[in-house]
């Protein structure tokens, strides 16, 4: 329940109650007045703004000015050798004055700017831990247009997904517009992670951290200013036992200001006193079974983020969580991924944005450059110039045929991921829901496999139409396809690696002449492997 504010009348805060904010130390009448009166808010932003100008143009000063022509004379001894020419008072005492100012001016910049840090630091620590904290699957939240109990309430379920994404009416389109164009996410706007990731994307801003008692209970509040956007002012407050989100308020520009909190109806989680995070992980969740697995798989095949993403999914420790993992994501990239994954139960979603783990010749095609820069015999070029109808025609094939090739091995793999995670044993016993999921996952992979080689197979026709018709083995139908994804994963592997080669590598008239010889046979068993994953 949002307290009842005080009648502050129309007096505001003073500058000394304001510089009290900025350094933590205010009243609870100080901060509700703050979030409801404009004219407060407006002078609080001048002076933020003010201060981070002051440090952007000592920044921009030392970065620009040149090196002096010579060092500069230590402090000890100007003032000694002034202390000697003392002709006259004034001449005596002003280079003493003028150095100490200038000192004080400098040691004032550092300590504006380690102030202007410090709060980021724990800003992003307190978020950090607060993304990992479960809130319950009924949670409804509630709008309130004014931040008072007695204004405008627009109620709807905290996280919106298809099945839960209420009616559109003017007022919540309205506040789905702000949101939209404020990158601020609307599906999940009390979390966390949403207000992170909307602060990480912000090229200016000003964090603050205050700490909140009401009622025998303390909080932390994340607050951050910026200056340019729809969103001038974003914050969030996180209940201090255990980092649970219970608020949130938003100042977009030339709006009322809009509070966002647990709805009347929905109570939120009692806060644990002591370990919270270890009572929730190991006490008050289920292990985490080969369905929630699945259906992580599920949803990243949506997005097709099980194919094109260097994604490495696994349990932790305790067999308790789903953990997602993935390095060098691009920044709206992770945004759909965590979109994706939110409304699933027990799972843990670490993606960064380091740079991706080195990719082997075999998982990463050759890009265009190397293509057309490779070595082949010249014999053999015009060899294959004359099958392909020319030099131009022979790198345009190259290109498709090499990414292709690529995309069949990463399907493979994403077949190889499903056989592991779920062999014939586990999927048999998975119930019946989930296991037609799990077939629809493997055929949606099959699928795109039989598209891809069909390309590779028309793209390669005149280097395959003088082979005779293969004689394929017969798969068992009576193995379940888990067994013969092996089998697939070789012979993508031993076709990528060809291609590869032949089309793009470095090798003499005598090995190249070899090569070709192979493109046939790899290509038949490749093919036969697409075949054999089909249905009985």
């Keep these: 329940m949002v307290p009842e504010l005080p009648d502050f009348g129309a007096g505001h805060l003073t500058d000394e109650q304001l510089e009290r904010y900025r350094d933590g130390e205010f009243a609870a009448g100080d901060l509700v007045h703050l979030d409801v009166c404009g004219e407060c808010a407006r002078r609080l932003r001048e002076m933020n703004e003010a201060i981070a100008a002051y440090v952007e143009y000592r920044q921009t000063v030392h970065a620009t000015r040149p090196a002096p022509p010579r060092p500069w004379t230590p402090l000890d001894a100007l003032i000694a050798r002034d202390a000697e020419r003392r002709s006259s008072r004034i001449l005596r005492w002003w280079p003493r004055m003028a150095v100490a100012a200038a000192a004080c001016a400098v040691?004032?910049?550092?300590?504006?700017?380690?102030?202007?840090?410090?709060?980021?630091?724990?800003?992003?620590?307190?978020?950090?831990?607060?993304?990992?904290?479960?809130?319950?699957?009924?949670?409804?939240?509630?709008?309130?247009?004014?931040?008072?109990?007695?204004?405008?309430?627009?109620?709807?379920?905290?996280?919106?997904?298809?099945?839960?994404?209420?009616?559109?009416?003017?007022?919540?389109?309205?506040?789905r517009l702000l949101f939209v164009a404020a990158h601020y996410s609307w599906r999940d706007p009390l979390s966390a992670r949403s207000f992170e990731e909307w602060r990480s994307g912000l090229r200016q801003k000003r964090d603050s951290v205050s700490v909140i008692r009401t009622e025998g209970q303390e909080s932390y509040r994340v607050r951050t200013d910026s200056a340019a956007g729809v969103l001038e002012s974003a914050s969030i407050t996180l209940r201090a036992a255990d980092l649970y989100p219970t608020n949130a308020s938003f100042a977009f520009l030339g709006q009322d200001p809009l509070d966002v909190s647990d709805a009347p109806a929905s109570s939120a989680p009692e806060p644990v006193a002591t370990a919270p995070r270890a009572r929730h992980d190991a006490a008050t969740e289920a292990p985490a079974t080969p369905e929630d697995t699945l259906h992580v798989l599920a949803a990243l095949d949506a997005i097709g983020?099980?194919?094109?993403?260097?994604?490495?999914?696994?349990?932790?420790?305790?067999?308790?969580?789903?953990?997602?993992?993935?390095?060098?994501?691009?920044?709206?990239?992770?945004?759909?991924?965590?979109?994706?994954?939110?409304?699933?139960?027990?799972?843990?979603?670490?993606?960064?944005?380091?740079?991706?783990?080195?990719?082997?010749?075999?998982?990463?095609?050759?890009?265009?450059?190397?293509?057309?820069?490779?070595?082949?015999?010249?014999?053999?070029?015009?060899?294959?110039?004359?099958?392909?109808?020319?030099?131009?025609?022979?790198?345009?094939?190259?290109?498709?045929?090499?990414?292709?090739?690529?995309?069949?091995?990463?399907?493979?793999?994403?077949?190889?991921?499903?056989?592991?995670?779920?062999?014939?044993?586990?999927?048999?016993?998975?119930?019946?829901?989930?296991?037609?999921?799990?077939?629809?996952?493997?055929?949606?992979?099959?699928?795109?496999?039989?598209?891809?080689?069909?390309?590779?197979?028309?793209d390669l026709q005149p280097l395959l139409a003088a082979r005779a018709t293969p004689v394929a083995k017969p798969p068992d139908r009576a193995a379940e396809w888990q067994s013969r994804v092996p089998e697939l994963m070789a012979a993508a592997k031993a076709a990528d690696d060809l291609l590869n080669h032949l089309l793009a590598g470095s090798y003499t008239q005598a090995s190249g002449s070899q090569m070709l010889h192979q493109t046939s046979p790899a290509i038949d068993r490749l093919g036969a492997a697409i075949q054999a994953q089909g249905p009985k």
């Design 107 to 175: 040691v004032g910049a550092l300590v504006l700017w380690h102030d202007a840090q410090q709060p980021s630091r724990r800003a992003s620590e307190l978020l950090a831990r607060s993304s990992t904290v479960a809130v319950p699957r009924s949670r409804e939240i509630a709008f309130r247009t004014d931040g008072r109990n007695d204004g405008q309430m627009l109620l709807r379920p905290a996280v919106l997904t298809t099945e839960t994404a209420p009616e559109r009416d003017a007022a919540s389109e309205h506040l």
């Design 305 to 458: 983020a099980d194919v094109e993403d260097p994604i490495e999914i696994s349990e932790d420790s305790g067999h308790r969580h789903v953990v997602v993992r993935g390095t060098g994501i691009a920044p709206e990239r992770r945004r759909m991924i965590r979109d994706a994954l939110q409304p699933l139960p027990r799972v843990i979603v670490q993606l960064d944005t380091g740079t991706p783990p080195a990719a082997s010749a075999q998982t990463e095609p050759a890009n265009s450059a190397q293509r057309a820069g490779s070595d082949i015999p010249p014999d053999l070029r015009r060899q294959l110039e004359d099958r392909f109808g020319g030099a131009v025609a022979l790198q345009q094939i190259t290109d498709r045929v090499l990414d292709a090739s690529a995309s069949v091995l990463a399907r493979a793999h994403a077949l190889d991921t499903l056989a592991s995670k779920f062999p014939r044993e586990v999927a048999r016993q998975m119930p019946h829901p989930d296991r037609g999921l799990l077939r629809e996952l493997h055929q949606n992979h099959v699928d795109a496999l039989e598209k891809l080689f069909g390309a590779i197979e028309s």
